[in-house]
């Protein structure tokens, strides 16, 4: 065929496309290009559930194929709140060691993970945070590992990054250091619903964030793809309030909605979908301020003596309730019980008075009302006062008396206490320290243990008892020769460095460890950690007290975090050998 002919041909089929497309409606083109929607493929509406035993399972609604239901984990640090309408999900949030609830993405029962075969994915999520700290992630995809600087693999949305404190969104597929981080100008409102959506598009290389159907922050994607973070050998595709990073802090707070789409959501689709997702925030307020009211408790609030039916002491009434609700409340009788739990006490000749408190419930503009009957002892007589005051006194160690004794001189219903010392010569009573308080139960250690007797003699009005206390006062050490060195330390900010050990020394310059290098100390309570420890010798010299921080760092991203989330408790021991310490 020459080439004259084959062009006339070509232009002949042109031709002829032509006049056939301009029969075709170019709207059915652009109909036939949107319909090609992103399909959901995950969605959690946190109100179907179902339990096996102690498993609580977050049902996948969203009808695909692939089913990629939530294990909600620690279940006991967190709360699952439903009705048939809608339903959240609260995490209590803490440390790293916290076991703070969170919910566990699964795979497919034939093993692939949510990101599977994805180039673009849309995530979108209804969210309540508690603004203690940053990097609480609200989700994270991919693969945890050991390597945090250069091994972690994942994808995430912050509402507020540790760089800049502002609300966040990244992937990796090499740790932190080769993170892609897309920051917004603010963090997201505490306290607050908010919609945060996140678009990933390889196609585009880009990560888009945005918050409450408005984008807030934009960047490039650095060239990583989904399948790059995927971890093949995990049971799991990533979490919800939990980050990758082992030690990163949990995200506190709720969730009331999560959904995941197969590709990238337009603007105005994330628009769109930001309308459909708040509107249930209403009847999720009425479910939190439900929660609130039934968790409400009185006896949380009370001394720890009383008692709803036997209340003698203020009531420590909160302004605020769980989920950070507004309390507001309201006395039946102000003058026994004002409105801010001040107490007044009906006079001794006056009976016991009955007191409805009434607290009001608000939240984001739902209200609810929940009522506590309490009632209000009369004044003691001078009579209980004495007995009360008398059964309550109590002196500690006294089969191991070593230095000055601590003595009440009034009880806590308003007693007057008085001592009278059997040995004044040992330990000092009230006569003895009559023109010099400070010296009531100063302690004189004598040559040979000695047992001495205390007799509280406690009075109001003509009301008046007597309580014995016998003690047994150790001899006086003398004058101790010192012979080496004794310091406690701790190791390193490392599993098992966090933990108290001891050395000696006859030249300081030279420490021995003991217990061949291993800790001595470790802690059961609070973070189980211990730090800083520093031990004090007694004035008389045979006692030891060991101060220690409840702290642990090896599981806390920085010293700015830890005193937000971190224990602020101190842990004491007494020893009277350096050998056998207190619990």
């Known amino acids: 065929m020459s080439k ?54 977050l049902n996948d609604v969203s009808g695909n194929e692939k ?4 294990i909600f984990k620690n279940p006991e640090n967190g709360q699952l709140v439903k009705n048939d309408e809608v339903g959240y999900v609260s995490f209590n949030g803490g440390s790293s060691t916290s076991k703070s609830g969170y919910i566990e993405i699964t795979k497919g029962e034939d093993g692939s993970d949510l990101l599977t075969g994805l180039e673009e994915v849309t995530i979108s999520t209804l969210v309540n945070w508690t603004n203690d700290g940053a990097n609480r992630w ?31 969104t990244g992937i990796s597929k090499a740790g932190w250091r080769n993170e892609s981080l ?134 420590a009434l909160p302004s605020k309730g769980k989920h950070g609700v507004e309390l507001t409340w309201s006395s039946s009788n102000t003058e026994v019980i ?53 059964s309550n006194l109590v002196l500690t160690n006294t089969d191991n008396v070593k230095g000055n004794i601590t003595l009440p001189v009034s009880g806590i219903e308003g007693s007057t206490i008085t001592w009278e010392s059997s040995n004044p010569q040992i330990v000092k009573g009230s006569a003895e320290a009559a023109d010099h308080n400070k010296m009531l139960g100063w302690v004189t250690r004598p040559e040979a243990d000695t047992e001495v007797t205390l007799t509280a003699t406690i009075s109001k009005g003509n009301a008046k008892t007597t309580k014995t206390f016998k003690l047994n006062v150790i001899k006086d050490p003398g004058k101790l020769t010192y012979d080496a060195y004794f310091f406690s330390y701790f190791t390193g900010e490392y599993e098992g460095g966090e933990e108290i050990s001891f050395a000696t020394a006859e030249d300081p310059l030279k420490w021995r460890s003991l217990n061949n290098g291993q800790s001595i100390i470790q802690s059961t309570m609070g973070e189980k950690g211990l730090r800083d420890p520093f031990v004090i010798r007694s004035p008389e010299g045979d006692k030891f007290y060991m101060l220690a921080t409840d702290l642990k760092m090896g599981e806390s991203t920085n010293f700015d975090q830890a005193q937000i989330t971190g224990s602020h408790s101190l842990m004491i021991w007494e020893s009277d050998d350096l050998v056998n310490w207190s619990e």
């Open 4 to 57: 004259r002919k084959k062009l006339s041909i070509c232009l002949l089929t042109i031709m002829m496309f032509n006049l056939f497309s301009g029969l075709i409606p170019q709207s059915l083109f652009a109909e036939e290009q949107s319909s090609a929607t992103p399909e959901l493929i995950l969605h959690y509406n946190m109100k179907s559930s179902s339990k096996n035993g102690d498993q609580m399972t």
């Open 67 to 70: 089913a990629f239901d939530g």
């Open 138 to 168: 609200v989700f994270g995809l991919g693969a945890v590992t050991d390597d945090a600087e250069n091994g972690n693999k994942y994808f995430f949305v912050t509402p507020r990054h540790g760089s800049g404190d502002v609300a966040a």
């Open 182 to 315: 897309v920051k917004a100008t603010s963090t997201m409102r505490a306290g607050e619903w908010e919609v945060a959506t996140v678009v990933f598009s390889e196609k585009s290389d880009t990560i888009t964030l945005f918050v409450n159907g408005k984008k807030v922050a934009s960047g490039s994607a650095g060239g990583k793809k989904l399948a790059e973070i995927i971890d093949p050998s995990a049971s799991f595709s990533g979490f919800i309030g939990k980050s990758i990073f082992k030690n990163d802090p949990f995200f506190k707070g709720m969730i009331g909605d999560f959904r995941v789409y197969n590709g990238a959501l337009s603007e105005s689709q994330v628009a769109d979908l930001y309308t459909e997702t708040s509107s249930e925030i209403d009847k999720i307020n009425q479910l939190v301020i439900n929660d609130a009211a039934e968790s409400l408790d009185i006896t949380e609030y009370l001394d720890s003596d009383d008692q709803v039916d036997k209340i003698t002491s203020n009531i």
């Open 338 to 390: 004002a409105n801010d739990g001040t107490v007044t006490r009906p006079g001794k000749t006056e009976t016991d008075t009955e007191v409805e408190l009434t607290a009001t419930i608000s939240y984001e503009g739902a209200e609810k009302v929940k009522k506590f009957v309490v009632t209000v002892l009369k004044e003691y007589s001078d009579d209980q006062v004495v007995d009360l005051d008398a």
